[in-house]
């Protein structure tokens, strides 16, 4: 038996953390742009008009202007994170906002929220990429170029990935009542649904107990497939009525016992519900570890290129 003090800590923390799911489904009415989205494709709509303007005169520039105009652009993109993960960066900014009058120390710190520190990463990060396609018309590519101009286009490419993540899953996820925002939640709610089925059913008939093991106990105990999960989130229907279908439709066959079985039913439909919770949750976060991994790998190639130019050119 769970105890009821850990439960209650639970349903708090889980109460408090259910929170953040309507934040996030708000933020494009609170944040600076509404659809990241459709901002990126813009920034991106820009550069191609751009490059096709400045050809000659990015022509004028050479390789090194350029490259070091790529690099910089990334540099600034790449301070995103880190004011994202550490608080330095906003305690100058504090400082520097408490000496200045009130009215410009509010639109200063205004300025520091996290959403416009993000417009400005997906900003830079889609710009960046006009220097870089300037840079790349000089010379031949070697591997490592050609591995490195690869790379960047993932990057950017994974980018545009997450903001169509966050501009839609939030939003989803709180329309289909996904009831969840943390993954421990999920597994102790599913543990907890799993426990309640099998004290359910002690102490009825064999014929029912052989359904339940058939055909509930798999649900409880296993996980939906990624691509009816996946399916379920683009199409916002819930995957839990069609899971369970078969099981349900054997319940007006045991009698007395039905309503014990519809109930153990409905246990398999929440297990499913969660297990899409769950799917939810890890698809809002992977694009972003595919992200991190991009940019590490860029910023590695970078170091070997920018190390090489600087050696063959005797510096």
């Not at 910089?72 to 993109?77: I, N, P």
């Not at 009698?255 to 949750?281: C, M, P, T, W």
Request: proline share 3%; net charge positive.
């Amino acid at each position: 038996m769970r105890s009821p003090i850990a439960a209650a800590e639970r349903s708090d923390a889980g109460k408090a953390a259910r929170i953040q799911i309507g934040e996030a489904a708000a933020r494009r009415h609170t944040a600076p742009i509404a659809s990241m989205l459709f901002w990126g494709a813009l920034c991106a709509s820009t550069v191609i008009a751009l490059h096709k303007l400045s050809a000659g005169w990015a022509a004028r520039q050479g390789s090194y202007r350029t490259g070091v105009l790529t690099v910089s652009v990334f540099l600034l993109a790449a301070l995103y994170p880190v004011r994202k993960y550490t608080l330095r960066l906003s305690l100058h900014w504090l400082r520097l906002a408490s000496r200045l009058p009130r009215a410009w120390a509010v639109r200063l710190l205004l300025l520091d929220r996290l959403e416009t520190w993000r417009v400005v990463h997906v900003t830079l990060g889609v710009f960046a990429m006009l220097p870089f396609w300037w840079h790349t018309q000089f010379g031949r590519r070697s591997l490592l170029e050609l591995a490195l101009e690869i790379l960047l286009m993932l990057l950017v490419l994974s980018g545009f990935l997450g903001t169509m993540v966050e501009d839609f899953l939030p939003a989803r996820m709180l329309k289909m009542g996904n009831p969840e925002v943390r993954l421990e939640d999920v597994e102790a709610a599913s543990h907890g649904l799993y426990v309640e089925a099998e004290e359910l059913v002690l102490g009825h008939s064999e014929a029912l107990v052989h359904s339940y093991l058939l055909f509930v106990r798999p649900i409880l105990a296993g996980s939906q497939p990624s691509r009816t999960l996946l399916w379920a989130t683009l199409t916002g229907n819930s995957p839990a009525s069609a899971v369970c279908e078969p099981a349900r439709l054997l319940a007006g066959g045991f009698g007395a016992e039905s309503a014990a079985f519809y109930h153990l039913v409905n246990i398999a439909e929440r297990k499913v519900n969660l297990d899409h919770n769950q799917f939810n949750l890890r698809l809002s976060t992977a694009w972003l570890r595919l992200h991190r991994r991009l940019a590490i790998s860029v910023l590695v190639l970078i170091i070997f290129h920018v190390t090489g130019v600087l050696y063959f050119a005797g510096i």
